[in-house]
């Protein structure tokens, strides 16, 4: 029998041109899984009389998928001031830094996962802090389908944070082997946080690994004024990843 149907005007998309759209919709729910979708009237007529029917005020869209966040930051959203770069030296990288504590680490977890669903997001891709702890609990602790990645970081950051990046190839490749690799992406954080060698060792591991990537690129003038003059050899910055071996049909 059918759990339940929910009853709303339904908005679903098919694919990036076409659209189907039910002004008196149903959604048949079995046990969390979606086993029909329709005009209600229709419905109505396929189901037991007892089938709860539950009336929403709205529109039902399928869930939203966000390939560019950062949980970590959750909680300081919002306090953007200025230039990208003093930016993350002024609020991001201290707020990134609490997270070895793996308490605190748990509790925004739970608090990032819950808004994100409130919002109607589903699924997606996020960047964790560079500790190794706090991504298993990112992972471990996740609702909904996310692929999750610790920031790789050696140089040009606080210690708080480089201290405990993963960038060694050895220690990534051991962190990867106890990790569930379908949800998890390689994350060197970006270009100016590491060296031309630790890039193409990250190259590497990227080449032996089915996972995602994902990095940051020209985000700023004053950024890309920076990697410039930290990699003068590259023609621009997209190369510095491209030889490294990051940039491959897998890359966000």
């Not at 030296?89 to 925004?108: G, L, Q």
């Not at 050899?233 to 491959?248: I, M, N, Q």
């Amino acid at each position: 029998m059918m759990e339940k149907i929910f009853r709303a005007s339904i908005l679903n998309p098919i694919d990036a041109n076409t659209w189907r759209f039910f002004q008196d919709g149903a959604l048949g729910v079995d046990q969390g899984i979606i086993m029909r979708m329709g005009d209600f009237t229709t419905m109505l007529s396929q189901i037991d009389a007892d089938t709860e029917v539950e009336d929403l005020d709205g529109v039902i869209v399928p869930g939203f998928v966000d390939v560019h966040l950062h949980w970590v930051q959750h909680r300081v959203r919002g306090r953007f001031s200025g230039e990208l770069l003093t930016w993350l030296r002024e609020y991001i990288w201290p707020e990134e830094a609490r997270y070895v504590d793996t308490d605190f680490a748990r509790a925004a977890a739970a608090q990032f996962y819950g808004d994100v669903l409130r919002a109607g997001t589903v699924m997606g891709m996020s960047y964790s802090s560079p500790h190794a702890e706090a991504t298993q609990i990112a992972l471990t602790s996740m609702r909904g389908d996310w692929v999750i990645g610790n920031v790789l970081m050696a140089i040009n950051a606080p210690r708080t944070l480089t201290d405990y990046s993963l960038h060694d190839p050895d220690a990534l490749r051991a962190f990867m082997r106890q990790t569930d690799i379908t949800h998890y992406a390689l994350t060197p954080r970006f270009a100016p946080n590491l060296t031309a060698a630790s890039l193409k060792a990250l190259g590497q591991i990227a080449a032996e690994s089915p996972c995602l990537i994902q990095t940051h690129l020209a985000e700023s003038v004053a950024e890309l004024q920076w990697v410039k003059e930290l990699f003068p050899d590259a023609a621009h910055y997209t190369e510095v990843y491209d030889r490294a071996g990051l940039l491959t049909p897998r890359t966000i």
